[in-house]
């Protein structure tokens, strides 16, 4: 199982000095305002952006250290915007998973294309997967590259707003596929209460910075609400599953009053 580590990961003014841990098998949800910085911490997990201070370590790796085909075999990501620059099948974008474990000139195995199936069935595009990637909606889009990602066979799963254009099932059904898959997961979430429901634990973001981290009911109160989104709300249980469900409540009290864990 793998572990996640960020020492002091930096990136100019929009990432400062982020220390965080993900323990193997846990999902673990980002959550902040918009240009909290949340979509740099994760580009700079997955190597898109090169830290300009800080390590981010993968059972004691520094992911940075690797080349670009070793980290992909070690983590995946599902981007915000997944673009319509494909011209690629669907079936051929998930196949696309697999290259990192293959050679330049290896072509597909069976099994290759066996994953390649299966995948596309669990996200439920397997009725879509000779359309042209271009012309799927946003969240059948969302749902490809998922699939791309769980063929690769990461250690590590990386997602920024994986539930980004989708409607309600396929959010869901998306995050409790996340937390089946055994493998271990760090996500940026807009959606407070899905972050509630589906992550162990949270750590939330303001400015550049990591502020504070914790259990869904550490992280979700209405004090944090308030000083960093400038809400008013209720946090209460949930009736049947006892995760904490935010209830806003009306107009905007200021925010962003946090600044150190």
């Known amino acids: 199982m793998t572990e996640l580590r960020l020492h002091g990961l930096s990136y100019g003014s929009r ?3 982020a220390d ?3 323990r193997a098998g846990e ?3 980002l ?3 918009n240009g909290s910085g949340k979509t740099t911490l994760l580009r700079c997990v997955y190597g898109t952006l090169t830290a300009t201070a ?3 370590t993968l059972d004691g790796d520094d992911l940075h250290a690797l080349g670009p085909k070793a980290r992909a075999r070690r983590v995946a990501t599902v981007p915000q915007d997944s673009g319509t620059e494909f011209e690629l099948t669907v079936r051929e974008l998930v196949a696309l998973g697999r290259s990192p474990h293959k050679r330049f000139w290896e072509g597909d195995t069976g099994a290759d294309r066996d994953r390649v199936e299966a995948a596309l069935a669990r996200v439920g595009l397997a009725e879509l997967a000779d359309r042209p990637f271009p012309t799927l909606s946003g969240g059948e889009r969302q749902r490809a590259l998922v699939a791309r990602a769980l063929v690769q066979d990461p250690a590590l799963l990386v997602l920024d707003e994986p539930t980004n254009h989708l409607d309600i099932r396929h959010q869901l059904d998306v995050l409790a596929l996340v937390r089946t898959l055994g493998t271990t ?5 807009h959606d407070l209460n899905l972050a509630g429901a589906y992550c162990d634990r ?3 973001m303001v400015e550049g910075r990591v502020v504070t981290g914790g259990t869904p ?3 979700l109160t209405p004090a944090l609400l308030t000083a960093v989104y400038g809400v008013d709300a209720e946090v209460i249980p949930h009736p049947r599953t006892g995760s904490p469900t935010v209830v806003y409540l009306h107009s905007p009290v200021g925010g962003h009053k946090l600044s150190t864990m």
């Open 27 to 29: 999902t673990v949800g």
């Open 15 to 17: 990432l400062r000095s």
């Open 202 to 204: 949270l750590y939330v």
């Open 217 to 219: 009911a550490e992280v």
């Open 20 to 22: 965080l841990t993900v």
């Open 54 to 56: 800080g390590r981010a």
């Open 31 to 33: 959550i902040g305002p």
């Open 185 to 189: 997961n760090l996500l940026a979430l």
